[in-house]
């Protein structure tokens, strides 16, 4: 969350990995549609998701976000090893991490929660299913969770 | 209303709650919210971990669905409780929520650290207790795919 001098939330940040410029399409729309104070970034494939959470190259400036929302099936490097850095790093493992994918196979949830996914959820087909899993997404994890206070370090 | 509650659908939940007033809270609005829900209680960190490997009067304890777990217990901390959830290898893929009455930045993040799934504000009233059973029925019961159930059990 970003801060204002009055200590009001203004911005929530929400990482969204995935390389399917449909899904991303959607995801914006239903963020846009549900809540505008969100600033959703997107990071088409495990390294710049990686290189984002890190500040590197032209990701300087990143902001952390409040949440991340994951594909599993991605090029460069995949979600389950991206999720792995994430949960092993002593700063970034505080973020929740939410996958969201097609995936309904036991092995990838069995997976992603011994990998210490906050939550998995499934992908709907049907486009105001989809939505509508955003938007709950959204209320519940901005809204109801109490989530680690963003100090401004810089 | 009908009571009979079909057991394939029956959802397991331990709560670790040792302040009575609060077990009497969750206990109300799970049956309001969600009759499917099997609510168990263990009322200090010790119970909780006893519960969870089925081991004393708790041999035959289902695997819980989900964790809802404060932090302040007596006998064994929340914190202790989540840590060695989470240093198991099977344990460690429950849900496991803190339900804490804890505000503290220190709690909020020490908790995450620990690999906490999320954590909620517990409140001190009925309607907004309420609310956050609801919320936890709506967001982790319809729509997250919960952990398989291991076969062997």
């Excluded at chain 2, 009575?20 to 009322?43: K, M, P």
């Excluded at chain 2, 840590?83 to 849900?95: M, N």
């Excluded at chain 2, 009455?101 to 207790?129: G, I």
Aim: glycine residues 4%; aromatic residues 6%; contains cysteine.
């Amino acid at each position: 969350m970003t801060i204002n001098a009055s200590g009001e939330d203004v911005l929530k940040e929400v990482l969204l990995v995935e390389d399917s410029p449909g899904d991303v399409r959607l995801t914006r729309e239903a963020f846009r549609d549900f809540d505008q104070t969100v600033r959703l970034h997107v990071a088409m494939d495990g390294v710049d998701a990686i290189a984002f959470l890190r500040h590197e190259g032209h990701y300087a400036n990143a902001p952390r976000p409040d949440f991340i929302l994951l594909d599993l099936n991605l090029p460069k490097m995949d979600g389950r090893e991206v999720l792995a850095c994430i949960k092993k790093d002593e700063s970034l493992k505080t973020i929740p991490t939410i996958i969201l994918t097609t995936s309904d196979a036991e092995v990838d949830i069995a997976k992603s929660y011994q990998l210490q996914a906050n939550c998995y959820l499934i992908k709907p087909v049907q486009l105001d299913e989809f939505e509508n899993l955003i938007k709950s997404t959204s209320d519940f994890w901005l809204t109801k969770v109490k989530l680690k206070q963003q100090t401004q370090a810089r | 209303m009908n009571a009979i509650v079909d057991e394939e659908n029956t959802v397991e939940v331990l709560l670790v709650e040792d302040n009575s007033g609060d077990v009497r809270l969750a206990q109300e609005a799970f049956r309001e919210v969600n009759r499917s829900i099997h609510l168990h209680l263990a009322s200090d960190g010790l119970e909780a971990m006893a519960f969870l490997r089925q081991e004393g009067a708790h041999l035959r304890a289902p695997r819980p669905d989900f964790i809802l777990l404060d932090l302040n217990l007596p006998k064994m901390d929340g914190r202790e409780v989540l840590g060695l959830i989470k240093a198991d290898q099977s344990l460690k893929l429950i849900p496991t929520i803190v339900l804490s009455s804890s505000e503290t930045d220190a709690d909020v993040l020490m908790s995450y650290q620990l690999q906490a799934n999320c954590y909620l504000r517990k409140p001190a009233h009925w309607e907004a207790f309420e609310s956050v059973v609801r919320s936890i029925n709506d967001f982790w019961l319809t729509k997250v795919k919960l952990p398989p159930q291991m076969a062997s059990g």
